[in-house]
């Protein structure tokens, strides 16, 4: 037997950029307990639809929680309360019935407001383009197995290269800083062998380019809590400190690594 | 990566670097490198809390010994440098740091309230609609903008008190520190004002300890479960030390009584002094 839940629900609506925005208050009656927090929005917006209102626009794509695409800061946490979750995959039994919920978008100054609930994450996409690649010429395809890797640094790249890119360790930020997203993005690279070449220069560019739209870490932590593939602190650590060897390097060996 | 809907605005730097200085002056114009600076300066400053609480433990000792310990830093380098050359070069080294500190602090602080949508002056925190609900951030991490600033206050207050004696006036003995702290304390607002500011340093000490490891890339699995233990004893030690002084003379345990010299006569501390 699948429980229903009546729910109040307190949405941004803000018509283009330049709108200051308002909160809006919605009623969402009858929603069966095994939606996602997106198909509860969608129940929403069939009857904006039907009653000839203009339906909340917010982000989507996959649905299960491996593109990054869904946002939403949910009763102030990002992709809401639950641990490890994105938005598309927060089911609706975790509310209870009566419960209100105030839904905004992710906030940050490089993360503009398109409309309603989708925001601009573009800025991720300057400091991928900044380093987030191995561009060296690696002749033609080789043996598999020919790059010997440590398990460990593979397994420790593995949980790098989980960021999905969603930005809501930025949203989470008091500071509205990125240092989980692009430490996560270095270390992919940074901790296997493939990537060493580049490192020092990697590490240069992207954090530059970080800066130019981000604010600065004050080790909260609150990124790690709120982000859905448990991206660790730990990454921060290591970009800190491959940062100024890089500054370093760069001045010594002229490019080298 | 999130492909969303494209604006241009969301490209658009928010910051950007006129120039770059030579190296190694760059580093200091990134925010990473401010962090550092930040860390290494509050490695000094703590390094300076810590000995100037234990060098003022000589206070239980009584007036003399506090006194022979004013002088041995006044003293420091032995015959090597002319008198208070090296406690000179330290002040001077410790004033430098706390400007390089507040500076970086300051600037990156600034950096992340323009980053922040709705964000307010202070805590550059920016603003939801609903009640944000931290998880990981502290009541110490949150509050750095503030007890930072209560301790440069402090700071000054406690420089115009103990060593420039600017209002205890005719009280104010140079040279016999003891008395001085003692009739200083004594007045209960201003010993007041020393557990306030005592908390907050340690406030600000317990979320830096931990927090500097991060900043200068001090990190490794197998010993970061240590990082929160070794701030909550330097945050702690810290506090029981620097909260005794006033503690035990609004007291009464350290008072002007029973002393061997007469309050103000320095010969006498110098004379005693000498015995040791
Ligand atoms: C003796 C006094 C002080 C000690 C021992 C001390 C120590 C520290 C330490 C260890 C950190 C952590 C650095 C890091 O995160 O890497 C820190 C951060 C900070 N300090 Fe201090 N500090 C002192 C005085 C001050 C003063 C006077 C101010 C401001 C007027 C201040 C403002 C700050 C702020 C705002 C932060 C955090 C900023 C950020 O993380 O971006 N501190 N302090
Ligand atoms: S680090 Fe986590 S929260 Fe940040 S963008 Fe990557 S997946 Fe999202
Ligand atoms: S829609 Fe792809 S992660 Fe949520």
Not at chain 1, 67 to 75: D, F, K, Q, Y
Not at chain 1, 94 to 109: L, M, N, W
Not at chain 1, 158 to 183: E, M, R
Not at chain 2, 55 to 61: D, R, S, V, W
């Amino acid at each position: 037997m699948t429980q229903e839940l009546n729910l109040t629900l307190q949405v941004w609506r803000q018509d283009g950029s330049s709108d200051p925005g308002h909160f809006e208050t919605y009623a969402a009656n009858g929603i069966s307990e095994d939606m996602s927090f997106l198909e509860m929005l969608d129940i929403i917006n069939e009857q904006l639809i039907e009653d000839e209102q203009v339906p909340i626009e917010f982000d989507h794509d996959c649905r299960e929680g491996i593109c990054g695409t869904c946002s939403l800061m949910i009763n102030g946490q990002a992709h809401g309360h639950e641990k490890a979750t994105t938005t598309c995959q927060l089911h609706m039994r975790k509310f209870k019935d009566g419960d209100t919920i105030v839904v905004e978008p992710f906030r940050a100054r490089a993360f503009p407001v398109v409309r309603d609930l989708v925001v601009d994450r573009s800025s991720f996409d300057r400091i991928i383009e900044a380093g987030g690649y191995i561009s060296i010429n690696t002749g033609a395809a080789s043996d598999a197995n020919l790059t010997p890797v440590p398990k460990e640094a593979a397994d420790t790249s593995f949980d790098a290269a989980a960021c999905i890119g969603c930005g809501a360790c930025v949203a989470a930020c008091p500071n509205s800083a990125a240092q989980l997203f692009t430490s996560a993005k270095l270390a992919h690279l940074n901790l296997i062998p493939q990537g060493q070449s580049q490192r020092f220069e990697r590490t240069e560019t992207m954090v530059d380019t970080m800066e130019t739209f981000f604010g600065s870490c004050t080790n909260h932590g609150e990124c790690h809590e709120a982000c859905p593939k448990e991206i660790s602190l730990d990454f921060i650590a290591f970009m800190n400190r491959d940062y100024v060897k890089a500054k370093v390097k760069n001045r010594k060996l002229a490019g080298q690594t | 990566m999130a492909a969303t809907a494209t604006n241009p605005q969301g490209s658009t730097p928010i910051f950007r670097r006129k120039w770059q200085l030579p190296f190694p002056l760059n580093i200091y114009q990134s925010s990473i490198g401010r962090k550092w600076v930040m860390a290494l300066t509050g490695i000094g400053l703590l390094g300076f809390v810590i000995v100037h609480m234990i060098g003022n433990f000589h206070i239980y000792e009584g007036p003399v010994q506090l006194h022979e310990y004013a002088e041995t830093l006044r003293g420091l380098g032995g015959g090597l440098f002319p008198r208070t050359f090296l406690l000179w070069l330290l002040r001077i080294g410790l004033a430098g740091m706390f400007l390089l500190h507040i500076h970086s602090a300051y600037s990156l602080k600034e950096r992340s309230r323009k980053a922040s949508d709705k964000a307010d002056f202070v805590s550059g925190e920016k603003k939801y609609g609903s009640k944000r609900d931290y998880v990981a951030a502290n009541y110490a991490s949150r509050t750095m903008r503030w007890t930072g600033p209560i301790v440069l206050l402090y700071l000054l207050f406690h420089l115009a008190d103990l060593t420039w004696g600017w209002w205890l006036g005719d009280e104010y003995v140079l040279g016999d520190p003891y008395h001085n702290i003692v009739a200083s304390l004594s007045s209960l607002p201003v010993a007041i004002i020393y557990v306030v500011a005592n908390v907050a340093l340690a406030i600000h000490i317990f979320h830096g300890t931990w927090s500097l490891f991060q900043s200068l890339g001090i990190n490794n699995p197998k010993y970061n479960e240590l990082r929160r233990s070794l701030a909550k004893g330097v945050a702690g030690i810290i506090l029981v030390g620097n909260l005794s002084f006033p503690v035990l003379v609004t007291a009464g345990l350290v008072d002007d009584d029973n002393r061997k010299c007469e309050v103000g006569d320095v010969a006498c501390l110098e004379h005693e002094a000498e015995k040791h």
